[in-house]
């Protein structure tokens, strides 16, 4: 495949969406097409599935479901959406793909890492990003960005209690010492711009 396929990673509130866009300008300005995309979602059957995987009425939802549910989501979205962008040369930034299931249903929802990586090999086959970018933010910090930003949408998962978020984080900590040649992390703490530049130059070493 021709394209360049990034995902981004982080806790709730790590502002990687406001990264992505500001990655997108800058490699638009630099003559490449830029697609964004986002998981679970980017598509019309995978909104659907995250608008029954995010509905904070479904408190019942089976933990192995709602790792099923995003593996389905992942799978339509990668067929429909990522692989022929990936085909036609783009840069594809995803927020987020397969890391996000290793570690919010793999280690948070203990799962275990092994079992749910097994469900989505099933899912992507051998499709994994050129380049996992973690956007480091401590979860009290992002929890309280979450929290604190008016009409942002407030998910299923937001809900949960701090230890869970917690346990995500290291989670990613833990991924980028598994996969350290594919993830790679940059300093979500600083204002946007800096973080973007860190990104950039993280994919520039790809491209
Ligand atoms: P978002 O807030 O980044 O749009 O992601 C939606 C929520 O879904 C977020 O809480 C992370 C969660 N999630 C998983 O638990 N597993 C997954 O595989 C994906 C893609 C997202």
């Known amino acids: 495949m021709k394209g360049r396929f990034i995902s981004f990673e982080g806790t709730e509130g790590s502002g990687k969406t406001s990264v992505i866009k500001e990655v997108q300008k800058y490699f638009q300005n630099q003559g490449y097409t830029v697609l964004i995309t986002r998981e679970p979602g980017g598509i019309k059957i995978s909104e659907k599935i995250r608008d029954i995987i995010l509905d904070v009425d479904h408190i019942e939802m089976d933990a192995r479901t709602e790792a099923l549910l995003f593996a389905a989501s992942r799978r339509q979205h990668l067929i429909e959406k990522v692989i022929p962008a990936l085909k036609e040369g ?12 290793l570690v919010y249903q793999g280690i948070a929802r203990n799962l275990g890492l ?21 956007v480091d ?11 604190n930003t008016p009409n942002r949408e407030i998910n299923r998962l937001d809900l949960e209690k701090l230890k869970f978020h917690q346990k995500i984080y290291q989670g990613y900590l833990d991924l ?11 300093n979500g703490e600083q204002p946007i711009l800096d973080v973007a530049d860190e990104a950039i130059n993280l994919i520039k070493s790809i491209i």
């Open 90 to 101: 783009k840069i594809v930034l995803c927020d987020r793909f397969v890391d996000s299931s």
């Open 114 to 134: 092994e079992e749910v990586y097994s469900i989505n090999k099933f899912a992507i086959e051998s499709t994994l990003p050129d380049l996992t970018i973690f």
């Open 137 to 147: 933010v401590r979860p009290e910090v992002g929890l309280k960005r979450v929290f």
């Open 176 to 186: 980028i010492t598994k996969y350290p040649k594919r993830i790679k992390k940059v």
